[in-house]
């Protein structure tokens, strides 16, 4: 076994594999770019190298500082995780040619199956069933469409050199070919640097069934059963599960073979994968083979008890497998889901920002893969998963209910992401009653695309009575317009009512509490009715109308996070309609939140009086002006239209005391 290894990559594998490194006492190095220097991938490593600046090409791609990293470290191995360089073949004789051993299957593995043309010959050859397309070097227009019609309509577009639905296109009819081909030829250029195209017959309603298989370089290889990848979005995964539900044993069994011989066609060595389209039939069909451990393989560690890492270090080191396929048993299930930082509600776009709480409830029958922390970033750099949540259950109902359960209790703040919309999926009744397909998503969008479980009226209510039962540090400030600053003393023959402004989701609403002996009488806008609000230790649970709601909150200065159903929702405590008092002190003025300059009304050595508007911030789709508190000079503003700012960033400082002319 090695002593020292070097893992290319970040993140969550990175962490992944370093686990399993020191498990079997084996020192790991993990590099990294600018935007990682303190990520935890390179706090749970032994020894860290940097490669260079935040974007991959300058860092993470860089063949040549990777193989200096290894050889300064005294690393034996590189492990190449997913991704990144972990299929290229250039990288893996690089390793070879600099006495390093590369984690993973041969430089002639990896070139014989990257190419989907080439690999579908070798399929072909090895008796693997393919799907009905052509697959060869003629690439002339009239020819592909001759091929076309010759399988018949529908059929798919799939860039010959690529991967993960670049250069792809469904063509339904004869009419749509040559504009489909066109454009798919010159997003796979653009991708891959390779114009060249297969076509494959298009199957309605196919699942997406991939087979985990190992193999040493002693000749021995098994298949680790079989994972169900069949909801996805754009052609990336987004639940996985292991077994794949509803397929017989002798599909399963026919899978495996298939698998296994396709791996000793071209001598593999270490874990890959064999991916499968099956259809309504039962028939199964070869998409490709990636060669590398897969974003999806706890779910098959979880059935099969094997760590899937610790076996390709071990037959990396030279070790031959311990075992054979009739010493392998499933045992229940497993479903895992991607975390991404993204935001559904708009078309699933990437989101990015610092983490303000980051917490993935692990428990009985859960694990979380992740290499995030409350106070990382996620940047624009890299992949926006932030995590992988899995659940293993004796049966698939448990797994799903465990997994849904854990996700229900993530607390996330500081980014937008999917965890809402993975609960709706693992709840949805077609997915529970296994009706999958690569369609799924689409299928369903209404219903999991719904409005979000946590009603804006109990948010409403929590805010506003959290800000009357709670301290606040608005309630020592001078404002006399701060709800928090006004004393809610005794009153004869009649209650005192309380005017609290809310920010939700770029509005701010008014509530209206009247408190009782025992609860609060509330107005919002035509809703009336009666609530009452117990705290402790960040649970809050809220009775309104004799229905109970439970939430967890975190409050930081004028933000109240709340967390419920996997969602997360962002309260602000607005002092002022559509203006802030920011002012730390008599001389600094802060940015009350994160957000945009939409204009300087100052400059240095500008005269202000009390009242005047110093400058005027964009945020949560509201402006916000600051004003000054009090007569003064302008000492430093340091800002300009069009400038993002963070929340707390001085914005504005004043010469204390003194007095305009």
Not at 103 to 118: F, Q, V
Not at 279 to 285: A, R
Not at 536 to 551: N, V, Y
Request: net charge negative; glycine share 10%.
């Amino acid at each position: 076994m090695f002593k020292k290894i070097l893992i290319a990559n970040r993140g969550e594998i990175s962490c992944r594999v370093t686990r399993s490194a020191h498990r079997l006492g084996v020192r790991t190095v993990a590099v990294y770019s600018d935007a990682d220097a303190t990520a935890m991938h390179v706090e749970r490593a032994d020894e860290a190298v940097r490669l260079g600046p935040a974007p991959s090409r300058e860092s993470y791609l860089c063949v040549d500082k990777i193989i200096a990293a290894a050889k300064a470290t005294g690393a034996e191995a590189i492990h190449p995780g997913y991704g990144f360089l972990s299929e290229n073949a250039g990288f893996a004789q690089a390793c070879r040619d600099a006495g390093l051993v590369f984690i993973g299957p041969s430089p002639d593995a990896i070139t014989a199956m990257g190419s989907k043309s080439g690999a579908k010959t070798l399929m072909e050859k090895a008796g693997v069933p393919l799907i009905p397309g052509y697959h060869g070097d003629e690439q002339n227009d009239a020819f592909l469409l001759e091929k076309a019609l010759e399988m018949g309509f529908p059929v798919l577009l799939k860039a010959s050199a690529g991967g993960g639905g670049k250069g792809m296109r469904a063509v339904h009819h004869e009419s749509e070919f040559t504009e489909a081909l066109h454009g798919a030829q010159r997003e796979a250029m653009n991708a891959f640097g390779d114009q060249r195209m297969l076509i494959e017959k298009l199957l309605l309603e196919p699942r997406h069934v991939e087979v985990q298989v190992l193999a040493d370089r002693h000749g021995n290889a098994v298949y680790v059963f079989d994972r169900d990848c069949s909801i996805q979005r754009r052609h990336q995964k987004v639940v996985e599960e292991a077994p794949a539900p509803g397929l017989s044993a002798e599909l399963r069994t026919a899978m495996g073979e298939a698998a296994v011989r396709a791996a000793k066609a071209i001598s593999y060595e270490g874990a890959g994968t064999l991916e499968f389209l099956v259809d309504k039939n039962g028939q199964f069909y070869f998409m490709e083979m990636n060669t590398r451990l897969q974003v999806e393989h706890p779910v098959s560690e979880l059935i099969s008890g094997l760590d899937l890492v610790e076996w390709q270090l071990r037959v990396a080191s030279g070790e031959p497998l311990g075992f054979d396929q009739g010493d392998l048993r499933v045992k229940g299930h497993a479903i895992e889901v991607r975390l991404y930082a993204e935001d559904p509600d708009s078309g699933f776009l990437p989101s990015t920002g610092t983490l303000r709480h980051f917490d993935m409830p692990a428990g009985e029958g859960v694990r979380v893969d992740t290499g995030y922390r409350t106070g990382d970033s996620v940047s624009v750099y890299y992949d926006p998963m932030m995590a992988k949540v899995i659940a293993w259950g004796e049966t698939r109902d448990i797994a799903a209910q465990r997994l849904a359960d854990a996700l229900r209790k993530t607390r996330i703040a500081g980014v937008k992401h999917n965890t809402g919309f993975l609960v709706k999926v693992l709840s949805h009744p077609a997915f529970l009653a296994a009706g999958l397909s690569t369609h799924f998503i689409e299928e369903h969008h209404a219903d999991l695309l719904s409005p979000s479980e946590n009603d804006k009226t109990a948010l409403l209510l929590l805010g506003a009575v959290y800000t009357l039962q709670t301290p606040h540090p608005a309630a020592n400030s001078n404002d006399h317009c701060s709800p928090w600053s006004r004393l809610q003393g005794f009153r004869i023959a009649q209650h005192d009512e309380s005017l609290i402004r809310i920010s939700l989701q770029g509005e701010t609403h008014e509530v209206a509490l009247t408190p009782s002996r025992t609860h609060y009488e509330y107005a919002i806008g035509e809703h009336r009715g009666e609530c009452a609000l117990t705290l402790k230790e960040g649970l809050a649970c809220l009775i309104r109308d004799s229905h109970l709601t439970s939430f967890h909150v975190v409050s930081t200065g004028n933000r109240l996070d709340v967390f419920a159903h996997g969602e997360h929702a962002e309260l602000g405590f607005v002092t002022h309609t559509h203006e802030s008092s920011s002012a730390s002190d008599g001389r600094h003025y802060n940015a009350p939140m994160n957000g945009r300059i939409v204009s300087v009304n100052v400059s240095k050595g500008d005269a202000v009086k009390e009242g005047d508007t110093l400058l005027v911030m964009e945020a949560m789709k509201m402006e916000h002006r600051i004003r000054a508190h009090g007569n003064g000079v302008i000492a430093t503003i340091d800002i300009v239209a069009g400038d993002l700012v963070s929340e707390g960033q001085v914005l504005v400082e004043l010469e204390s005391g003194a007095t305009p002319e």
